[in-house]
């Protein structure tokens, strides 16, 4: 089993920046493919970001494209998502995802217990 540990959300203004963390342990077998979905209240689940095992692939949503970064450190196992130019839009539970494959649905195997981030207007 694989367990993940989201870090680093908060209260931030809109325009302002944040970073996430996700830290994984347990049975990591391989470099798992890692991402980051959100939900806001009465909403839908969506996608943000993910990453390969190697690193060497991103995925982002269109709407994050440009303002958010994720990233890899192998070695600690650990996931990044960089969040620069916040909107109040992307006021979410952000929750952290692994699986052997990168993807952008949701069906990915682990997850997160989520890391709250307010973008207040």
């Known amino acids: 089993q694989v367990q993940l540990v989201e870090s680093g959300g908060g209260l931030v203004q809109a325009g302002g920046s944040l970073r996430l963390s996700c830290a994984a342990s347990?049975?990591?077998?391989?470099?798992?493919?890692m991402g980051w979905f959100r939900q806001a209240p009465g909403k839908e689940r969506e996608f943000v970001a993910a990453?390969?095992?190697?690193?060497?692939?991103?995925y982002y949503a269109d709407s994050v494209k440009g303002r958010f970064t994720i990233s890899r450190a192998n070695a600690q196992n650990t996931v990044y998502l960089q969040m620069n130019s916040l909107l109040h839009e992307d006021t979410a539970v952000y929750y952290c995802?692994?699986?052997?494959?990168?993807?952008?649905?949701?069906?990915?195997?682990?997850w997160g217990q989520g890391t709250q981030v307010t973008v207040s207007s």
């Open positions: 990453i390969s095992g190697s690193g060497g692939t991103t």
């Open positions: 347990g049975r990591l077998f391989i470099s798992y493919a």
């Open positions: 995802v692994a699986d052997f494959t990168i993807r952008r649905e949701g069906d990915y195997r682990y």
